[in-house]
Every structure is written in structure tokens, then in C-alpha cells.
């Protein structure tokens, strides 16, 4: 990556893009938001220069850490690019240009005592964004005495940390949609859908259902795309759903609060030990919107090997009732892979590209496989109340019918 240094105060600097997110900075090139000065770069090359020959081996750690670290600080309508190995662009739409500045040089200043121990003032390189385009961005220093000294911004920012403090899901507010770390522009909903148990045909509470989009075409990723997303892109996704089924959960006003609401997590939230502390902090908010509490619904678990997702399923079993596992499709031999992991049930949706006459065959595939696997066998999205005879028929314990 090249870069032009500096020239002096008042010079610009241009850096370099990293080659495929084009598209990802169009939200950055507002004219009017460029001209306010809401846009700031945030330069790491102290942390890669310092390292030296080490920075290919810590490079995608500083990363994470970094991408984590925005992810909790920034503001709920604020949001933030890697766009090249060093170079971070952050947009906060409701702080002034002081504000934004101070606010980049604080997270600078974590960032060098993270991995270097200290923050040098020549290594706080921080840049007013003044032109973004294909070629490259354009910016110049700032001078952080005048940012940090200036009372009246940095009143509006610590304003702007407080709200999202008290926002409904405290410290992990999160907003959609957002940049992922490959550039797509990711944007999450939640609906709320009643399951019903089989045997008694009484509802036993509210799936929140997410769908992760492509926020430019509206395509819907598919496991496969969701489980090649970052870590942290995964857990913002988590905390997105759980913000937004709680929000309709509001809005819709039930008569009384549902028995329980089965929650989705991805598996790596709960495999790390900050993301587990964000998602049981969302599930302590959450319990209170059921009478009974949370069901944790397991995501992206294929191929993790069962004592893992045991390991997971104990880590997160203090704050919900039970914990279940989500599969696309699954047969005997993921079954029989899944059966030691400490699972109460399975649960799968009946894919929209299936013919309806193949839903017999498909049920008692999935339900028999199922069985070897968990006591419950949960099947989603089903079209008619026919469909839900037809699984209870087979063995499936509790559904989810559109119809």
C-alpha cells in the first residue's frame, strides 16, 4: 500500500484503498457530510511500523481487536471501514467536527496502549476526511489540542456516549446496517414468529427470526456467505436481531408477555470470551420480555465438533432455559455428530424451493435424523396448518406455521 506523507500542518495526505470496496464508500462521500467535517481516518501505522517484521503474524488481531472496539465505542448512528491494512474511516453523523476528531483520537490512543503500551503524540494519526473516491481518500491532520480542549463538542460526545449507554440494549447497541469487514454493506431484520408444541397445540412463545441481507440488492446471504463473515460481523448481526426483535416486541404491544423467546446466537459469539459477555448482557435484557425466559438457538454450527458446542452450550446455559441447535438441512451422520453436544432439541426450516408434495418424505427424513440427535425437533416456516399435522404425525414437536 502506498500512502503520501504529510507536507507540513496544512498539507493533505492521500491514502490508498484496498482493492474491492468501492461500494462501500459511498456513505462516506457525502459532500455534506464531508464539508462538516464528520469524517475522520484513523492511521495505525505506528502499530505496523512498530511491529515490523511481526505485522503479517499480528496483523489480523490487531484487526479483530480494532473491529470489536468500534463496534462498542461508536455511536448508534455512526459507522466505520477498514480500507486498506492501517487505515480506518469513521463516520459519526451526530457529533461536530471537534467531537469526531476527539472521539478518533481517544480510540487511537486505546488501540496504541492496547498493543505498544503507550500512545506517543507523533504516533496519533488522525485526518479530517476532505474528498473520497475510487482513486483514493483525501485528508489532512488534525490538531488534537484544538479538538480535545474544546468544551462545548466534547460535552456533545459525551452526550452522544450516554445515550447509547441507555439505549435498549445498553452497552451493545448496535445499528443497521453496517459495513462487514469484506466491505458488503450488511443490513439486518427481525420478525416474530409464534411456535406452537405439536402435541398440545398451544404456543409456547416467539421465535426471533433474523434475515442478513445485502443491503444494496436486498439478496439474502446464505449460511454458507454468513459463515465467511468476521467474527466480530457475526456477533453485530446477534446483537442486531436481538435489538430489532425486541423493538417489534415493543411496538406490538402483546396483551401479555410470550412464555419464551427463542433467540438466535452465532456459535463463535459464544466461543469468545468478550463477544459471550456482550450476548449474556443482551440475553439479560431479553429475559425480561418472557414470562419464562430464553431459549438459545445455536447458529452456524456446522462441523463444530460436538464436545466444542457442548463447551458453548454450558457457557451460555446460566441464562436461558435451554439451548438448542440450528441446522439448514441435516441427516443421521450430522445427527450422530451432534448427539453428545448437551442439545435439548434441533431445529431446521422447511426451505422455500421445496416442492409441497416432497414434504412428507422431507419431514420424516429430517424428524428421524433429528431424533438421534435431541429429545425436540423444532421445524420453522411451514406453509399450511396441514403441513404442522403432517409433522407432528412424523415425530416434530413444535413448528412454526405461516398460514
Known sequence: MQKVRDQGSGATVRRLLSPGIDAALEQFASPEVLASGRVNLIAMDAVAERFGDRWPMRRDQVHEHVQALLDQKIGARGY????????????????????????????????????????????????????????????????????????????????????????????????????????????????????????????IGLRLRRSVADAMTGREFSATELARLSRSD???????????????????????????????????????????????????????????????????????????????????????????????????????????????GISTEWSSHLDPATFLAWAKQTVSAGKHAARSVLIYRLRLPQHAAVAAAVGATHAHVIG
Open 80 to 203: 466505520h471501514l477498514r480500507i486498506s491494512e492501517t487505515d480506518i474511516l469513521v463516520c459519526q453523523p451526530e457529533l461536530g467536527r471537534l467531537a469526531g476528531q476527539a472521539f478518533c483520537l481517544r480510540l487511537l490512543r486505546d488501540i496504541l496502549h492496547h498493543f505498544l503500551g503507550s500512545a506517543e503524540p507523533a504516533d496519533l494519526a488522525v485526518h479530517e476526511v476532505v474528498q473520497v473516491s475510487p482513486m483514493g481518500v483525501e485528508a489532512r491532520p488534525v490538531d488534537p489540542r484544538a479538538a480535545e480542549a474544546s468544551d462545548d463538542e466534547m460535552g456533545r460526545s459525551a452526550a452522544a456516549d450516554v445515550a447509547a449507554a441507555n439505549s435498549d440494549l445498553g452497552p451493545v447497541a448496535v445499528w443497521t446496517p453496517f459495513v462487514a469487514s469484506n466491505g458488503c454493506q450488511v443490513e439486518v431484520t427481525c420478525t416474530l414468529d409464534p411456535v406452537i408444541e405439536l402435541k398440545g397445540r398451544t404456543t
Open 234 to 344: 457475526r456477533l453485530r448481526i446477534d446483537l442486531g436481531a436481538i435489538t430489532l426483535g425486541l423493538g417489534e416486541l415493543r411496538r406490538s404491544q402483546p396483551e401479555a408477555p410470550p412464555l419464551a423467546l427463542i433467540v438466535p446466537v452465532s456459535f463463535s459469539s459464544l466461543s469468545n470470551l468478550d463477544d459471550r459477555a456482550r450476548i449474556v448482557t443482551a440475553f439479560q435484557e431479553a429475559r425480561t420480555y418472557a414470562r419464562q425466559g430464553l431459549i438459545c438457538e445455536l447458529r452456524d454450527i456446522d462441523g463444530v465438533p460436538a464436545t466444542t458446542l457442548q463447551t458453548a452450550a454450558t457457557m451460555i446455559a446460566p441464562s436461558s432455559l435451554f439451548v438448542i441447535g440450528h441446522l439448514e438441512e441435516f441427516t443421521r451422520i450430522e445427527a450422530r455428530v451432534l448427539k453428545d453436544a448437551g442439545l435439548r
